[in-house]
């Protein structure tokens, strides 16, 4: 699986949108972008994923650049439960164990 | 809303006890894992399972066994526990088909041997 790289940390004002960057430089054709959020003392929680394309949901849009080695995770009305650390992650699709996460991005949401 | 759930929160154990944790999903997915998770160390797969009574090794199975007798259910077994085993336990599931496969986790039991 690539490997990605994220900030450490990052703070956000609630109510504002939260941009969230990975760069993935060395992905290749058939990997896939995940992200994951763990909430303090919670088990991981995924967010969205994509291939290509943009992707949203309720939670959390996926802006996936062209070329695809970076992409951004977007919380569109950031609140104080997403205080959390977000991991990018990607991965092929068929690696379906082995779910690794690094460091991520520890993002404070401040009122 | 997939929900997986696990039997506790919090454990603790004595050195040389034997440990169930118990792991119930009800999304009907095929797979489901079990890892651990360490300060420093990040997320390691220790077993999964992608159908009743099949199992995989992950890297760090010694020390734990697993059970699969039902579709939606996955133990992990502490045959004897260690002090070393002391971390946060970590369920997850996934569908087995499908280009999707994200993995849905449950709350975590954080176990403390002594």
């Known amino acids: 699986d690539a490997k990605t790289t994220q900030p450490t940390s990052m703070d956000c004002a609630e109510g504002r949108a939260a941009n969230l960057p990975c760069n993935h430089s060395t992905i290749s054709g058939n990997e896939y972008v995940y992200w994951y959020r763990q909430i303090h003392s919670q088990g991981p929680q995924y967010i969205i994923h994509?291939?290509?394309n943009n992707e949203t949901n309720e939670m959390a849009s996926l802006i996936i650049t062209e070329d695809r080695k970076s992409s951004t995770l977007i919380l569109p009305h950031a609140t104080l439960r997403d205080t959390a650390v977000y991991y990018c992650i990607v991965r092929v699709a068929s690696n379906d164990y082995k779910l690794s996460f690094g460091a991520g991005t520890t993002v404070t949401v401040r009122a | 809303d997939v929900k997986v759930t696990q039997s506790s929160r919090y454990l603790v154990k004595r050195t040389g006890e034997k440990v169930f944790l118990e792991c119930v999903q009800d999304m009907d997915h095929e797979n489901m894992f079990w890892y651990r998770q360490d300060p420093g160390l990040g997320l390691r797969l220790i077993y999964f399972?992608?159908?009743?009574?099949?199992?995989e090794k992950g890297d760090i199975p010694e020390g734990y066994s697993v059970s699969r007798e039902k579709k939606e259910r996955f133990s992990l077994i502490l045959e004897s526990a260690s002090t070393n085993q002391t971390s946060m336990y970590l369920c997850?599931?996934?569908?087995?088909?499908?280009?999707?496969?994200?993995?849905?986790f449950g709350p975590g039991t954080r176990l403390t041997v002594t």
């Open positions: 997850a599931s996934s569908f087995w088909a499908g280009s999707e496969r994200e993995q849905y």
């Open positions: 399972s992608y159908d009743v009574k099949m199992k």
């Open positions: 994509g291939l290509k």
